[in-house]
């Protein structure tokens, strides 16, 4: 028999289990820890598989969604997108942000521009 002292540890799932482990980590290394170990990881397999391996991926995780949700699906969460964004920022953002978009459009059409002079034909 067992002593009164020793209890039966408690089974627990797998996601229980998993969350008691990350919450220990978190707490040894700190919050910081995650991201720093997840940056690492994708360093390392950008330089295993280079950098098409992250298009490659995108674009069968993106057919999944159209697969599992439908195309309509993608036009309402841009519409919530949208519609959260507005109410977040003040009226001048829409503004803004087009203004350093055709900015950065100039900036790239001078250096292609720049480019094409210089190259001998």
Known sequence: MLPEDDVKPVPMS????????GSTVRDLYGEDYYRRIGKKGGISLKEKRGSDYYREIAQKGG????????????????????NATKSRQDPDFYSRIGKLGGAAKRQKKLLTEQASQETPN
């Open 63 to 82: 057919q999944a969604n159209v697969n599992k949700y439908g195309i309509k699906h993608f036009s309402v969460m841009g519409k919530k997108g949208g």
């Open 14 to 21: 797998t996601s229980e289990a998993g969350r008691k482990g």
